[in-house]
T-cell receptor, first 117, second 110 residues
Framework: GAVVSQHPSRVICKSGTSVKIECRSL??????MFWYRQFPKKSLMLMAT?????????EQGVEKDKFLINHASLTLSTLTVTSAHPEDSSFYIC?????????????FGEGSRLTVL | GQNIDQPTEMTATEGAIVQINCTYQ??????LFWYQQHAGEAPTFLSY??LDGLEEKGRFSSFLSRSKGYSYLLLKELQMKDSASYLC???????????WGAGTKLIIKP
């Protein structure tokens, strides 16, 4: 099956710094990638939809300037958490939809656990 | 409004059968997905239903009734490794986005 790689899997940073998380589709082209945030024992919360070559569409309540998303190619999307604070600590997951896929199945990255001190 | 309901938690015995229900109310419908998620890991795809009826895949089966806005995931011959959260998600055909349920935590006991 299709593989999505997310990096880094764990990151610890100081408050005020910025952190970049990469999401790559390894063996397929992903015109659309999704970024989620998940709190402990909670379901996935869609943050934004990232389309290759255009601006991301953010969900209500998600700060665009705080969570910068770039989708520069058909296989790479990045999420940058700018000026991170402890409340940004969470599990961030990306997913990608294969272009031309028959079921619309989403393929998920491994997730990135961010801890802001 | 958009709404997906599934039980918060269920407990079952190893070797038994369990059915996890999901009801949905969405403005549009273009398929229902079931995902399995172990703690600390990303979700993994289990099934996809777009037409009414039962889809069987090994020990797991998924059922859909579009007229009732209802689906269930059936797990047979339960194993301890099946302990996980099971997420129901509906694709809204108006914007093509997935709407996620809160997930059902399944606890398997020996």
């Amino acid at each position: 099956g299709a593989v999505v790689s997310q990096h880094p899997s764990r990151v610890i940073c100081k408050s005020g710094t910025s952190v970049k998380i990469e999401c790559r589709s390894l063996d397929f082209q992903a015109t659309t990638m999704f970024w989620y945030r998940q709190f402990p024992k909670k379901s996935l919360m869609l943050m934004a939809t990232s389309n290759e070559g255009s601006k991301a569409t953010y969900e209500q309540g998600v700060e665009k300037d705080k969570f910068l998303i770039n989708h520069a190619s058909l296989t790479l999307s990045t999420l940058t958490v700018t000026s991170a604070h402890p409340e940004d600590s969470s599990f961030y997951i990306c997913s990608a939809e294969e272009w031309g896929g028959s079921t619309g199945e989403l393929f998920f990255g491994e997730g990135s656990r961010l801890t802001v001190l | 409004g958009q709404n997906i309901d599934q039980p918060t938690e269920m407990t079952a015995t190893e070797g038994a059968i369990v059915q996890i229900n999901c009801t949905y109310q969405t403005s549009g419908f273009n398929g229902l997905f079931w995902y399995q998620q172990h703690a600390g890991e990303a979700p993994t795809f289990l099934s996809y239903n777009v037409l009414d009826g039962l889809e069987e895949k090994g020990r797991f089966s998924s059922f859909l009734s579009r007229s009732k806005g209802y689906s269930y995931l059936l797990l047979k011959e339960l194993q301890m490794k099946d302990s996980a959260s099971y997420l129901c998600a509906v694709r809204d055909d108006s914007n093509y986005q997935l709407i996620w349920g809160a997930g059902t935590k399944l606890i398997i006991k020996p």
